[in-house]
């Protein structure tokens, strides 16, 4: 999953991008060379416009049990 870093217009899709949305929208499939431009500064605009979300796992905590 992705985070628009940089508010554009994705002229492949039609579709304008904010800062925080995630890219792609909608679950659109997206090839990874498009990825691979638009997080890179080999854009049009010549700045990365997207940025890779690591989402951490979450943590269970286990219950203790009752003695």
């Known amino acids: 999953m992705y985070r628009v870093i940089k508010s554009f217009t994705d002229l492949k899709a039609s579709h304008v ?3 925080g949305d995630t ?3 909608n679950g ?3 090839e990874a060379e498009r990825v691979a431009e638009l997080s890179s500064d080999k854009n049009r605009m010549g700045v990365p416009l997207i940025e890779e979300v690591t989402e ?3 943590r269970t905590r286990k219950k203790k049990e009752e003695e």
């Open 17 to 19: 991008y904010h800062v």
């Open 23 to 25: 890219f792609p929208h």
């Open 28 to 30: 659109v499939e997206v």
């Open 56 to 58: 951490k796992p979450k």
